[in-house]
């Protein structure tokens, strides 16, 4: 997508007022409560018209101030998925889902009702009525309905929040085959770290209605691990699992990982907390543990108390947190050589 936008609102006492461009395709606005997310996501849905500035879409004006251009939301071709999944509660999921499609022209269903169905798994459900689904399948097929309009841009506002974790890491793979699948631009809204770290590619932080950062989800997570009292979180994805008596062994590039609870999905992702993960100067003789991996230190970086370690596990990367006093007993030191342990049970399965 190119989106270019550049726009000034005041509400009340708050004022946005940003001016950005995104080139990628799947784009995060990150930021605390108050921040501006939604107000940036009704502006480009054409929900809430801007004072001033204007937003391009692949080069299409759909708000220009100066020369009075503000496209209707209908016209702009921007799918919107928020938080509670707004169905229509007389339609079955079936006719939930084509709404959309069936009114747009023939020319610009671009995208097929069966496959987004396969995609999503919602062929068990076409027959049922909305109010029969969990607030995950809801979800479902609020995207499905906003995929099949075949917009050019889909804004999702916050959409797992209603969500508890299980069934929020059950609906993130699906996002991410639907988005991938059909190469359509995603701008997710969120203000969870996680979520920005498996859904998008680059990230705006917002602060009181401006850009305070452009960066990527990693980099966000490293920047703020100092201030969250579970510091950084490593997310893997582990490939080709087999069992070992009781334990599941995955590939991890070109070395196995030892984890208690796995599945028999071919990839998974993983998450791994940075203070699960213990270094030593050497070779541990004898350990509990069941993950001893050869690294070598790529960075060592202050973070409020303690200090982090970026480290390259044969072309891997982890992330460990340690406190100062460690860094200076290990002699570690960036270019050197370090051993992680990890034991099998800090791994936890996303999906
Ligand atoms: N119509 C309005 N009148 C006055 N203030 C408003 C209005 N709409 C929003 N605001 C204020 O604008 C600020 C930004 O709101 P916005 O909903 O964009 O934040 P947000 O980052 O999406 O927050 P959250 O994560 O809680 O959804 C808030 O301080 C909010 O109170």
């Not at 490593?234 to 196995?256: A, S």
């Not at 993960?277 to 991996?293: G, Q, V």
Request: proline share 3%; charged share 25%.
């Amino acid at each position: 997508m190119n989106l270019e936008v550049s726009v000034e609102k005041q509400l009340g006492d708050f004022c946005f007022a940003s001016d950005f461009s995104v080139r990628c395709r799947r784009v995060g606005i990150f930021g605390p409560s108050g921040s501006g997310k939604s107000t940036l996501m009704h502006m480009l849905a054409g929900l809430l018209k801007p004072d001033r500035g204007f937003i391009r879409l692949n080069g299409e004006t759909l708000f220009d101030g100066r020369s009075r251009i503000n496209r209707s939301t209908e016209n702009r071709r921007i799918g919107v998925v928020f938080q509670h999944a707004h169905l229509f509660p007389h339609m079955g999921v079936r006719r939930n889902l084509l709404y959309g499609y069936k009114r747009i022209p023939k020319a610009q269903r671009v995208i097929d009702p069966d496959a987004l169905v396969e995609v999503l798994d919602l062929g068990p459900l076409l027959s049922r009525k909305v109010d029969a689904l969990s607030g995950g399948e809801r979800q479902r097929v609020a995207l499905g309905r906003t995929v099949l309009s075949c917009p050019r841009l889909v804004l999702m506002d916050e959409p797992l929040n209603g969500l508890d974790e299980r069934l929020k890491f059950q609906i993130i793979p699906y996002l991410k085959n639907v988005f991938a699948e059909f190469k359509i631009p995603l701008m997710f809204i969120s203000h969870s770290l996680s979520e920005m770290r498996l859904m998008t590619d680059q990230v705006f932080e917002f602060a009181n209605g401006r850009i305070r950062a452009q960066t990527s989800a990693h980099q966000l997570a490293l920047h703020r691990m100092g201030t969250t009292q579970e510091g950084y979180t490593n997310i893997l994805e582990l490939r080709d699992p087999r069992n070992q008596k009781d334990l599941f062994v995955y590939r991890w590039g070109d070395q196995d990982l030892i984890v208690t609870v796995g599945g028999k999905e071919q990839a998974s992702m993983f998450e791994l907390s940075s203070r699960e993960i213990t270094l030593f100067k050497r070779h541990p003789e004898a350990s509990s543990a069941r993950n001893i991996l050869h690294c070598r230190v790529k960075k060592i970086f202050d973070v409020g108390n303690r200090v982090a370690v970026e480290l390259d596990c044969n072309g891997q990367q982890l992330v460990s947190q340690v406190v100062g006093e460690a860094v200076r007993d290990l002699g570690l030191e960036e270019g050197g050589a370090t051993i992680a342990v990890i034991k099998a049970s800090a791994f936890r399965k996303l999906y």
